[in-house]
């Protein structure tokens, strides 16, 4: 039920001792019946947990630009909290905002920046590509840029992908980009808690204000939140028991629950972090599903591995995870007591010049399974590529000659399996430049005469082979005239 206009004064009064004069009226009426907040410092609502209390369902949520210092809890489904848009030289930009867990204070939970309950369609950052309109019919997301005193519109509606993300410090004397930056202060505290969550997180920097605290921990059954375009950095975890979270351990990125527990992480940057007894990545239990992500130049030396594992199972596709050191192994499970369906899998990833405390085994992965000992492999490597792990090239450190997959020698992957793991596309020692995803970029028909240029001879080319299958070079399985678009529509391109 949508909450009176008596009750929303009423939060106004509560909010703030002085009004202020823009944005009037606030929230905004909007035509589908929802209404926009706009929130934060010098706007009628301060105090961002009162207008969390009090949306409904399908509002939007416009953060001004500030420090906010609150333990955040959002349940609420399709809700949208975002920075404010303004426009820059450089064009749209979102405002930079900041939520930082408190160490104390009046009704504050101190145990995390943010917490997601639920959520259902509720994005935290930057908003949805598109908007589902009550018809039923899909539009591209616009946002208008205001002018951030009076709130006048400024320019014309503009594409959420077009919208700078805005430049924070990251403590380390550098700076990083994000839609929304989160921050964790303390040993006993994260950045974000997703307990049970149902929402995504798009485009967030998670990070510690002074170093020490976890950055996301991933809790509860029927979890399915997702993290996305998301850098998670300059963060110190020992593990200390959280006791907000039934005492779960703080991690850089910590995961626990059942099967049904199922986070999704895409394009998530986790990196330059600092990690004790659980390493950078840690999971109980749980499903976890990672896309173009990248784990580098994270310490994870005081623990087993630098992703590690107990029980579950999780997917990792198309990820760079290099330059990490870890105790025994890079990726490293600890499966007695795991199921028989349970597995990790990598596909297509690159594990590139990480290191062991050994300088020799565990470069790639080490798992302990004394009770699987020879039997089923429940660790696949599928088109993967190893390089200088340990120092060693692939497959093993002994001979050319000697480059079987399974030998003893082959000391990167180190597990009681027999055969020690499951290979599904051949694995190599080549891996794609850091500039570029593992997988090869499509090159652009229309390269007829594979000179590795489209130019005027691939046009002839295909005119003179008109009627003939090969100038399918869409391939519809028909010969049209988009054939030939397509070779006009790359005219000039280089084939890589």
């Known amino acids: 039920m949508r909450f009176s206009l008596s009750i929303v004064s009423t939060l106004a009064v509560g909010s703030v001792a002085l009004a202020q004069e823009f944005p009037d009226p606030n929230p905004v009426p909007q035509a589908d019946g929802t209404f926009l907040w706009y929130v934060g410092n010098n706007t009628q609502y301060p105090v961002i947990q009162d207008v969390l209390e009090a949306v409904s369902d399908g509002d939007e949520v416009v953060v001004r630009s500030g420090l906010y210092v609150e333990s955040l809890h959002i349940d609420n489904n399709e809700v949208t909290i975002r920075p404010f848009v303004k426009t820059e030289d450089d064009g749209p930009e979102f405002e930079n905002v900041t939520f930082l867990n408190p160490t104390e204070g009046f009704n504050n939970n101190n145990g995390w ?21 009550s018809n039923g019919l899909d539009v591209e997301t616009r946002i208008q840029p205001r002018d951030t005193f009076d709130y006048s519109a400024v320019g014309g509606l503009v594409e959420v992908p077009q919208i ?7 403590g380390q004397g550098g700076t990083a980009k994000g839609v929304i930056r989160f921050q964790s202060r303390t040993l006993d505290d994260v950045a974000v808690l997703s307990d049970s969550g149902l929402g995504t997180f798009h485009g967030a920097l998670i990070t510690s204000m002074q170093g020490s605290g976890g950055g996301i921990m991933v809790s509860g059954s029927d979890n399915q939140t997702a993290f996305v375009d998301c ?19 703080v991690c850089v ?43 580098s130049d ?40 795991s199921l028989a369906t349970d597995e990790h899998r990598f596909l297509n990833s690159c594990f590139v010049k990480n290191y062991t405390v050994t300088n020799l085994y565990g470069g790639v992965a080490w798992v302990d399974h004394a009770s699987a000992a020879g039997g089923q492999p429940q660790i696949m490597f599928s088109g993967c590529a190893f390089s200088d792990n340990n120092g060693l090239d692939f497959p093993n450190p002994t001979t050319p000659y000697d480059s079987n997959l399974e030998t003893e020698a082959d000391y990167a992957i180190n597990t009681p399996y027999f055969p020690e793991y499951r290979i599904g596309l051949d694995n190599s020692n080549t891996c794609e430049s850091s500039a570029t995803l593992v997988l090869d970029p499509p090159a652009p028909m229309g390269d007829m005469n594979s000179d590795g240029s489209i130019d005027a001879i691939d046009l002839e080319e295909m005119m ?33």
């Open 113 to 133: 920046a943010m917490k997601m309950e639920g959520g259902r369609g509720t994005y935290v950052g930057r908003p949805r590509q598109f908007t589902e309109l």
């Open 253 to 295: 990125i910590g995961i626990h629950g059942d099967s049904t527990t199922r986070p999704t992480f895409h394009k998530v940057r986790v990196q330059y972090n600092d990690s004790a007894q659980y390493g950078t990545v840690y999971q109980n239990g749980a499903d976890s599903t990672w896309m173009f992500c990248e784990v």
């Open 164 to 170: 700078a993300k805005g430049t924070y410090s990251t």
């Open 464 to 496: 003179s082979l008109l009627g003939t299958c090969r100038t399918d070079v869409n391939s519809s399985g028909d010969i049209e005239f988009g054939d030939i678009i397509e070779v006009l529509s790359n005219f000039g391109s280089t084939c890589d």
């Open 231 to 249: 850098d998670v950095r300059y963060l110190y975890a020992t593990g200390n028991a959280h006791d907000q979270a039934g005492d779960l351990p």
């Open 298 to 337: 994270n310490d994870s030396r005081a623990a087993d591995g630098t992703i590690m594992a107990k029980d579950g199972k999780s997917t990792w596709t198309d990820c760079k995870i290099r330059y990490n050191n870890s105790g025994r192994g890079t990726f490293h499970w600890e499966a007695d007591g």
